[in-house]
């Protein structure tokens, strides 16, 4: 069976700037004990997800286009693009924000460890 | 901490044609239970991933680029293309390929169900 991807819009997401537009690929239930959210993220211009925690889970960013802005638990700040894998431990806090002039696109995984 | 994906090619998978070039996210050892891959896939022209099945697992297919014809359990042929999910049940086989001229790329992930 194919469908398509399920397209959601929240503001201001851990009190960052702007629309978060994420394409769902699996549902929360489809991912069942596995995780609760799998799908593509994309912030245009200006937008960010503010600084938050992970507790018991991971969410690895996976970047496909654009450039972006991720600061990882020691405040470090990386500047990322295609290819780059952002890597969140048990616990460790992140921001991630689109400072560029075009969109920013990543893969979302938030699974259970 | 940032890092960059990790490159692996494979021949004939399941019984496919050409090369399969995978970039993972992350590896086995940090999916532990959740799976056994995550990563983006890419099928030259002409290349192709064999009728194959799992079991007590899924592997849904999400389509970032490019256009492939995806074979399912019940032998219906689809041809997807960008946002395009392909869904794989417990227990139910299916195939992929390239017949286009351009490369085509998803995110596989094999997670357990």
Known sequence: ????????????VQNGRGVVK??????????GEVG???GRVVLDPGCSIG???HVGETEPYYVLKGQGTFID????VYQVGPGDV???ED???HSIENNSDEPFEFMAL????
Not at 73 to 76: I, L, P, R
């Open 91 to 93: 616990g460790q806090y």
């Open 36 to 38: 609760r959210l799998y």
């Open 51 to 53: 600084w938050h925690r």
């Open 1 to 12: 069976m194919v469908r398509k991807e399920i397209l959601t819009q929240a503001e201001h």
């Open 22 to 31: 994420t394409y769902h690929v699996c549902t929360k239930e489809e991912l």
């Open 73 to 76: 638990n020691d405040k470090q």
């Open 110 to 113: 938030i699974y259970n460890l």
């Open 86 to 88: 952002c890597v969140i």
